[in-house]
């Protein structure tokens, strides 16, 4: 971006209450908090900082303008700019050369860590193994880990230090240096391998055991592969609202005052211009519809199983699919005013709004690392003071540093989160970031979406009735040869069945859909006709009081009725519904088990969703809602002291997936949700609903008593190496065995008892 481009943005941006920046250089949760917390200490100003979109969404009164703003981020230790309308595309470059560069500084680290893990330990508990040169082959080993991979962590520990904060990246760098600092004045210093001295006095007396460079290639390692599994979930989860942008029509075929049709992009479209829609296009902008009738899937805005039919006066949304007729829509509102759109800044907003969340590392290393800075400047003062040598009041304090080296509180979180997505996966579960396991301690509302989660999410006959002298087998036959035309939802439903009971189905001759009503068709001689109620009240024929009371108790329990008719008298009628999964009660049971309440939200109408509860045994139900509104809703809950779990798998999911505390998406769901939620339930099996909490619960159990150990470690052994009593040979075990212990606690997860993955 130009001087000149930026600085217009930036004026322009300065007139606005809402601004957006991108924010770089945040590595972690408390990188986001801490620019956060700058940006709301101005009165007047609320922030949400998205560590995963690395933007940062502000309202800002007028007097405080986007440079003011941007200068404020900087001020912080971050680089931030205006983010640019058409930045997605290169949010997604941006995001893969950050995994690029992790990935291939990992792949580095782990050439040269393994084998001077294993040569560090020989040289250092077995002395006289030592070869010429093997001071040199030790540090040429260790250099390019200490230097080039743990360079992330260098660069943000000096961004932090100019502005005088902390973070885990300033343990870790420090820790490194330390390390290596150590390990080289050791080995060319103080090594005494040629003095005579036996394997047992250099064990007893530590001379030369005091190597640390596998200890800074180990950290480094661990912990890369810790970022580089985070960034891979960042940028997962900005490329939900990418994902969201693309649900949109390309382009749009318009029509001019002289009704000739012309197909251009449809960010051109603008509004009063009339367009055409096709059977399976998507609808361009929202707008009303001035001729023409179709089905609409609105499925992806509304989550209703059933298409809804539109004709002249009728309204319809952008995003949403044009089923069966041509239509002729008026755009009312486009770009950034559509539903689409807003459901795009629902999504972002609701991200940014739980970003916030710092992890417990980060707070724990914002005391602890002034701490054993404070530390280690006290130990060399005291000994200077108590009149030791100053090589001896360095050696100490340095040693404090060593000992402090976050080896184990380092591994606290990488490690249980790999064993736990090891075993996730056995289970279906996918866990996308550290954000769900904090999150899954919380919740004790679990809300579900109706259709695609809590039902299959395609229409099914679940009845059929006919009259006296007709047969299910003739009924289904001729229903199914006249539907097979259709590209209808109901219509395949009702194929599917006559196809599998009525084989073969006759060809229906001279098909007409009936838009809003049904279909009709000649079959083998016979006029047979499909529709609602309306139709044939319109036509005048004649429904049986048995067959009507039939179809008005189905449509009590929530199922769409179609009725057949053929040579002008009904024969019967068709019940079609959504039908509930069958692991949904026993999955509805176990959250009940975890002290969850179940809550049903849907877009629906309130008769089929109260049958679907009842179906899944779930005693709350909220329908009618829309994107907006349910994830409204989820906020709703939250501030009433209910934080909730969404479980969704579609597009007008989105929102409420981001806005919950923990968002789990079904794996068989769109990518937009996939990208929005916390974690992915890989199986079309709700009990992986109840598996995923319990084993994000586990995992997050499992950190804190490895952040418990490391960080109890780091405080007994502090005190020790600052008095002295800390051999270098023990204090090099004790780490070893203190990461050891992190690793071992973290792979009892292996272990962890959910239930076994079907298929």
Known sequence: MGQAAAAGMVAAAAETAEVELVIGGMTCAACAARVQAKLNKVDGVTAAVNLSTERAYVTAPPRVSARDLIGMVEAAGYSAELAAPAGADAGAAADEAGVRRLRRRLILALVFFVPLTDL????????????????????????????????PFHQAALKQARHFSSSMDTLVSLGIVAACGWSVYAIFVLDRSRTGLSGLQLILHGSGGGIYLEVAASVTTFLLAGRLYEARARRTAGQAMRDLAAAGAKDVCVLGPDGAEQRIPARLLQPGQ???????????????VLSGRSAVDRSMMTGESVPVDAGPGDTVTGGTIALTGR??????????????????????QAQAGKASIQRLADRICAVFVPTVLACSVLTLAGWLLAGSPASHAFSAALAVLIIACPCALGLATPAALVVASGRGA??????KSYQALESSRAIDTVVLDKTGTITTGQMTVTGVQTVPGTSRADLLRYAGSVEEASEHAVAAAITALAAAEAAPLAPADDFAALPGLGARGTVEGHQVTLGRAQLFADLGVEVAPGLASWCRSQEEAGCTTVFVSWDDQIRGALAVTDTVKPSAPAAVSRLRTLGLRPVLLTGDNAATAEAVATAAGIDEVISGALPAAKAQLIVGLQAAGRPAAMVGDGVNDAPALAAAQLGL????????????????????DLAAVPDAISLARA??????????????????????????????????????LSSVFVVWNSLRLRRWPGRTRTT
């Open 120 to 151: 560090s330990l020989v040289l250092s508990i077995l002395p006289w193994t030592r070869f010429p040169g093997w001071q040199w082959f030790l540090v040429a080993l260790a250099a390019p880990v200490a230097i080039w991979a743990a360079w």
């Open 274 to 288: 009339r367009f055409v829609v096709r059977p399976g296009e998507r609808i361009a902008a929202d707008g009303e």
């Open 327 to 348: 239509m002729v829509v008026r755009a009312d509102k486009v770009g950034s005013d559509t539903q689409l759109a807003h459901l795009i800044r629902l999504v972002e």
């Open 426 to 431: 056995q289970l279906g579960i996918f866990i």
């Open 665 to 684: 998406a079904l794996g068989t769901g769109t990518d937009v949700a996939i990208c929005a939620a916390d974690m992915i339930l890989l199986r079309d």
């Open 699 to 736: 995992t997050f159990r499992t950190i804190r008593r490895n952040l418990a150990w490391a960080f109890c470690y780091n405080v007994l052994a502090l005190p020790l190496a600052a008095l002295g009593f800390l051999n270098p040979l023990i204090a090099a075990a004790t780490m070893t």
